[in-house]
């Protein structure tokens, strides 16, 4: 499995910015899959999760309500609509696939990753 992310920048604070990851097999809609961020000097994580449906999503309490995940199966794509941004929004962000287990948030949930976009905020 491979996959693709894209969609990073730099954008100013309170404006929005939309990731996509693409996923190169055809189990794409067996996967949960997961966004992940890295800043520098910091631990990589969570940021929101969708099940392999769509039905369900689970987000970090630090983008509830600003940022958005959605998935397309016939396009392999999930996406990560991000809004209002903040200064502490800036890292790389990783796109996670977890063919397994149940959506969850932590980073040994998710086997397969991308290499990463890097978001950077200007304030």
């Known amino acids: 499995v491979q996959l693709q992310a894209s969609g990073g920048g730099l954008v100013q604070a309170g404006d929005s910015l939309r990731l996509s990851c693409t996923h190169s097999?055809?189990?794409?809609?067996?996967?949960?899959m997961g966004w992940f961020r890295q800043a520098p000097g910091k631990e990589r994580e969570f940021v929101a999760g969708?099940?392999?449906?769509?039905?369900?999503?689970y987000y970090a309490d630090s983008v509830k309500g600003r940022f958005t995940i959605s998935r397309d199966n016939a396009l392999n794509t999930v996406y990560l609509q991000m809004n209002s941004v903040k200064p502490e929004d800036a890292a790389v962000y990783y796109c996670?696939?977890?063919?397994?287990?149940?959506?969850?948030?932590?980073?040994?949930?998710?086997?397969?990753w991308g290499q990463g976009t890097l978001v950077t905020v200007s304030s």
């Open positions: 996670a696939a977890n063919r397994y287990r149940d959506l969850g948030s932590s980073i040994f949930d998710y086997n397969d």
């Open positions: 097999g055809r189990t794409f809609s067996s996967h949960v």
């Open positions: 969708i099940s392999r449906s769509g039905g369900n999503t």
